[in-house]
């Protein structure tokens, strides 16, 4: 799963920045979002991004793999929730903020 993940923040202050994602799938759901920002606070050992400042959005393709949504109506049509896609959809995107983190120039 291919993602971009932009940071803006304050160089005055840490605290003060958001993460923006652009992730290649049909929807960005919560339950991606929520391990996401979970697995960088592991990482980096803070709370520095958490369910206010990292925002990500799906471009809508249908070209992506399904189940990832973590509800039985939006996972249907793959006949339920597929782990292994919503790894790939997470690691994706957890990769994509990690490098914007590294090459951050405040």
Request: aromatic share 6%; with cysteine.
């Amino acid at each position: 799963m291919r993602s971009r993940a932009f940071i803006i923040g304050d160089v005055n202050k840490e605290e003060n920045r958001v993460v923006y994602v652009s992730a290649d799938n049909g929807m960005a759901f919560q339950i991606i979002k929520t391990e996401v920002v979970d697995r960088l606070n592991k990482t980096l050992g803070s709370n520095l991004y958490n369910d206010k400042n990292v925002l990500i959005s799906g471009t809508h393709t249908h070209s992506t793999p399904g189940g990832t949504g973590g509800t039985a109506l939006v996972d249907i049509t793959t006949f339920g929730f597929v782990k292994e896609n919503w790894e790939a959809c997470v690691n994706g995107i957890v990769q994509s903020i990690m490098l914007a983190h590294k090459n951050l120039q405040l």
